[in-house]
């Protein structure tokens, strides 16, 4: 019910025009109904008042239906929105469900909320957690890797700074350009709660890192005060 209602909701005030430019940005094979993100969020808003789920069970059900049957873009950014509105149930026993929608939709716009803000929150203090990003950063789906280095993101000084290291060595041979944006990403984002550390990482590894991760990486470092 929740996806027919977004779905006619999306539709009544989707503009094709702005859907074309969209699906171009985002080079997206999924269209979209040409809501911008402000409508999208007052339409979540509205009708997630009438689908809060009674138990964790609905909660991963709704996930699945807006994900696996979504024909629009934007019902899989409601599917995020509704995965991060109910708190309670973004718990490390949802992990699976969540690296499955990294496995879907495989492309950042979904994959980089998911990280930080699903996986991330699920994850933090989590005696798995070194394991879980060791694993994940062996994962032949770059979009996996990605997220193991992003799920510290939001953590600060409760970020394993170590741990972070070690990802980032498993990965910075790669040319690929997600990953090389997200090792600086990490980087830079560490660098607000420790610029010592990640400054001193970088200069010792600099002849490994690619240029972007460094570029990135130092973005706060560097920036005048």
């Keep these: ?20 430019e969209q699906q171009r940005y985002m080079k997206s094979t999924m269209p979209y109904w040409g809501v911008k993100s402000p409508q999208l969020q007052k339409i979540c808003r509205d009708l997630f008042k009438d689908h809060i789920p009674k138990d964790i069970t609905e909660y991963c059900k709704t996930i699945c239906n807006l994900f696996y049957h979504a024909t629009h873009r934007e019902e899989w950014y409601a599917g995020i929105q509704y995965a991060r509105k109910f708190h309670r149930f973004i718990i490390e026993e949802n992990v699976p469900l969540y690296i499955e929608i990294v496995n879907l939709t495989n492309w950042w716009d979904v994959v980089d909320s998911v990280a930080q803000n699903l996986i991330g929150k699920a994850l933090l203090g989590s005696d798995n957690l070194h394991t879980l990003l060791k694993t994940w950063i062996q994962d032949d ?12 993101l939001k953590y600060k000084d409760q970020t394993d700074f170590n741990l972070l290291k070690d990802l980032v060595k498993s990965t910075w041979y790669e040319k690929e350009f997600f990953i090389r944006k997200a090792i600086g990403w990490a980087l830079r984002q560490y660098s607000y709660t420790n610029p010592q550390a990640v400054q001193k990482f970088i200069m010792e590894n600099e002849n490994n890192l690619s240029p972007l991760s460094v570029q990135e990486g130092m973005k706060v470092i560097l920036r005048p005060q």
């Excluded at 019910?1 to 074309?20: S, T």
Aim: hydrophobic content about 45%; overall charge positive; some cysteine.
């Design 1 to 20: 019910m929740l996806l027919q209602q977004i779905r006619i909701e999306c539709k009544k005030i989707g503009d094709p025009k702005v859907a074309v």
């Design 141 to 152: 789906n770059l979009w996996i890797r990605r997220t193991s280095l992003l799920a510290q």
